[in-house]
């Protein structure tokens, strides 16, 4: 939508009905801008891509399809790729072995300790690890999980 001019004055004239914001004719920005407003306010769901905006995130979902359809790949991908922690209130994210490690880590450090001769060396099963990181990725293979647990690490096991 395009703002008039007021043909005597010079001035911009917002062309939403019922409106009656003015700028000088010096403003055009803050016209721009006013006009920003008003299009937001009709179409609330804007591409994050380009200025396409509309009102409900069908019609986005549609647009991002037919124009972005390299860019919702990509992300979908990403999405296949990266798991996030299935812990509550723990937003990392990462690859299955990088979950892995994180848990093993942060949420089960006190048994990963127990499990650990020296540096990197299962109790367990025995086998010397290279890292942490190492005995950290193996670390699930040798620890028991309960129901709850194999619920709640699903796909990561
Ligand atoms: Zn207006
Ligand atoms: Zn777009
Ligand atoms: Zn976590
Ligand atoms: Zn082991």
Known sequence: ???TRDPETGDYICPFI????????SNQSTMY????KHINSIYPFKCKYCSFGCIN??????HMQNRHKDIVKTIEEKHKYFLK????DCTFQGTKG????????????STCDEMLIGKSTCNVCEKEFKSKSA?????FDCMEFDDKLQVILGDLL
């Not at 995130?57 to 549609?62: E, G, N």
């Not at 922690?85 to 509550?88: A, T, V, Y």
């Open 85 to 88: 922690c299935p812990f509550e």
């Open 18 to 25: 019922s409106c009656t914001f003015r700028s000088g004719k």
């Open 57 to 62: 995130q069908k019609q986005l979902d549609i």
């Open 33 to 36: 801008y006013h006009m920003q």
């Open 98 to 109: 990088n979950c892995i490690i994180h848990i093993n880590r942060i949420h089960f450090s």
């Open 135 to 139: 005995f950290y990725y193996h670390a």
């Open 1 to 3: 939508m395009e703002y």
